[in-house]
Nanobody, 122 residues
Framework: QVQLVESGGGLVQAGGSLRLSCAASGRYTMGWFRQAPGKERDFVARVSWTGDSTYYSGSVEGRFIISRDNAKNTVYLQMNSLKPEDTAVYYC???????????????????WGQGTQVTVSS
């Protein structure tokens, strides 16, 4: 079992920024998901194991940036222009399938972090 640890969540006003980090190593596609209270866990973004390819959900496209630094064993989610609807628990996840493919379901990912809370006030 691979253990993933997220950090960097917090409280921010609408229009502000946060950067989430996930401690993770290995040859995995990495994704970020989020879950608001009473809602399904939804896809946010994913990055290839090399860091060369990224994909975003339409709700965050142009505002969030996913990246990774394999030398530091860390995946990042830079969150800009935050909106109240971005409020959720954010999870990082690892997918052992490393070919670049439209894998945006929770069922596609093998390992999960514990989550970090992001709250955006209006």
């Amino acid at each position: 079992q691979v253990q993933l640890v997220e950090s960097g969540g917090g409280l921010v006003q609408a229009g502000g920024s946060l950067r989430l980090s996930c401690a993770a190593s290995g040859r995995y596609t990495m994704g970020w998901f989020r879950q608001a209270p009473g809602k399904e866990r939804d896809f946010v973004a994913r990055v290839s194991w090399t860091g060369d390819s990224t994909y975003y959900s339409g709700s965050v496209e142009g505002r969030f940036i996913i990246s990774r630094d394999n030398a530091k064993n860390t995946v990042y989610l830079q969150m800009n222009s935050l909106k109240p609807e971005d409020t959720a628990v954010y999870y990082c996840a690892a997918d052992r399938f490393t070919a670049w493919a439209p894998r945006n379901s929770t069922d596609d990912y093998d390992y999960w972090g514990q989550g970090t809370q992001v709250t955006v006030s209006s």
